[in-house]
């Protein structure tokens, strides 16, 4: 294993650490391929996946008798070169990317972890977050572990029990885990991937000519030109190797699925249920105008996750479609503390309006989602001094007012604009001239999936997997400790 601690050893990626988007939490890909150059599609798909975590990044590669991981703060193109590449081979390998949920965001947490058994190693990646871990740290053995995330907890767990296979102590295993859990995991020789039974987080089987690979997102595997072949079922377990894929059942399937996967999290490309998130988010912005009609001249997104819903709230209402703000797409991956004069500039780093295309114009704002209200309430004003005359902001999400414990980062209910605030309080907070939401309704229906196959605990407060306070929270781990 290959420590290289970068700087400082951590990211600056938020400009306003008052006003970060939510958060996801990782990405994971596994390939199980001899003869190609399996870390370097690892690599690939990481980059895939990217948007799912930016803290850290990491590979792990066995040629079948040993496993190398090798990992490091950063974001995919940062931690890994042609020639740490070149030192990675073999016939499978497992990649991660991180936002830290569970444990702080620092070298030793960052994935996939590597923990010993006594016929070799596993290492393993997680996407999601656990909700009872402090009760599953207790059955580590003594000194087996300082973890402080869920996830090595887990891997430890894993390869503890020494009395039978891998797959059978996760079979074992996995029904005992609470909260959410895509993985991806390896020994020596052969790949594993598994999903909890609510299926929270997306997981996807692809074909390769000469092999297979499992991702948190169908986008990953068209950028290996990898065949999607179906879902990893919620409460599935799969193994390959040799023998190609077998799939065991370890607990009965009660899915529910995020639906803020559909607002936000997934990229635009990737399919989830058979359905594109592009479509979906054009449909929520068609459903969005319906609900909340305006008299306006130009409908501009917020860039660019806003961009298909702003399509389908301008395509129902018949009110034009522009671009009204400038994105600087790569601001945010600096490792560069902005100096105070520069961070007072504030949202301008990040955007910048069209003078000639707002001035003197009614505008409707369509954004996906509002946290803590900052970043809005900056856009509203932004566009006002640009020349906008009327300023009406629709958001192609419910008001967010509940945090998440399944692996999304948002904040503390304290600090959700919508925990504590009404629908009039917060357009006037954000000094808009009307304020629309897309009601739940209406979001779920543009999904397809029904109501009672979804999480939309953030929005309802309704938590499919309860959850006992004193076991969850970023650094449950660490405070125990
Ligand atoms: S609480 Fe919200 S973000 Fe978290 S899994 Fe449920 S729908 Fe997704």
């Known amino acids: ?72 703060m950063g974001l995919v193109a940062q931690v890994f070169d042609e020639s740490v590449l070149g030192t990675l081979r073999g016939h499978l390998a497992i990649g991660h990317c991180r936002y830290s949920t569970t444990g702080s965001s620092v070298w030793e947490n960052a994935q996939p972890t590597l923990s ?42 894993l390869a503890q029990d020494r009395s039978q296979s891998i797959d059978d102590a996760a079979a074992e295993l996995l029904p005992q885990i609470r909260g959410a859990y895509s993985l991806v ?59 190609g894929v077998r799939s065991r059942r370890f607990a009965l399937a009660e899915p529910k699925g ?23 988010r054009v449909e929520v912005g068609r459903v969005l105008a319906r609900e909340h009609p305006v008299e306006a001249d130009l409908v501009i997104p917020t860039p660019e996750s806003g961009t298909p819903a702003a399509v389908g709230y301008a395509e129902e209402s018949g009110i034009p479609y522009g671009q009204g703000l400038v994105k600087n797409s790569y601001v945010g991956r600096t490792f560069i503390q902005p100096s105070q004069t520069i961070r007072q500039l504030g949202i301008r780093l990040k955007l910048n309006p069209l003078k000639e295309v707002v001035a003197g114009k009614r505008l409707v704002v ?26 009406h902001v629709r958001i192609s999400s419910p008001p ?53 196959r979804l999480c939309r605990a953030c929005f309802d407060g309704e938590y499919p997997i309860p959850i006992d306070q004193d076991n969850v929270g970023k650094y449950v781990l660490e405070a125990k400790r």
């Open 1 to 72: 294993m290959k420590h290289v601690l970068k700087g400082d050893g951590h990211l600056s990626h938020d400009l306003d650490s008052h006003d970060r988007p939510p958060k996801d939490a990782c990405g994971v890909f596994g390939v199980w391929a001899p003869g190609e150059e399996v870390s370097k599609l690892t690599y690939y798909g990481l980059y895939a996946l990217q948007h799912r975590g930016q803290e850290s990044a990491g590979i792990a590669v066995s040629e079948g008798s040993r496993i190398l991981v090798y990992k490091d």
């Open 400 to 452: 967010v007012s509940w945090p998440c414990f399944y692996g999304i980062d948002f904040a503390t209910r304290a600090e959700l604009i919508a925990g504590s605030l009404s629908v009039e309080e917060i357009r006037a907070s954000l000094g808009a001239d009307s304020l629309g939401y897309i009601s739940l309704e209406g979001l779920t229906a543009a999904t397809t999936i029904p109501a009672d």
């Open 185 to 243: 995991f390896m020994d020596e020789k052969t790949l594993y991937a598994a999903r909890d039974p609510q299926g929270v987080r997306p997981l996807v089987l692809g074909r390769l000519e000469r092999g297979w690979v499992v991702a948190s997102e169908t986008a990953a595997l068209d950028i290996v030109g990898a065949t999607f072949v179906r879902e990893i079922e919620p409460g599935e377990l799969i193994t390959i190797d040799e023998r």
């Open 366 to 391: 369509v954004d996906d989602s509002i946290v803590r209200g900052n970043t809005q309430r900056a856009i509203v004003k932004m566009l006002r001094e640009a020349g906008a005359t009327e300023v």
């Open 116 to 157: 010993s058994t006594e016929s070799g190693g596993l290492a393993l990646a997680h996407n999601g977050n656990l909700i009872n871990t402090p009760e599953l740290a207790k059955r580590l053995a003594p000194g087996s572990t300082r973890a402080t995330t869920d996830t090595e907890v887990l891997t430890t767990l």
């Open 258 to 280: 995020c639906l803020f996967e559909y607002v936000y999290l997934a990229r635009p490309d990737t399919t989830i249920a058979g359905r594109g998130v592009q479509t979906t």
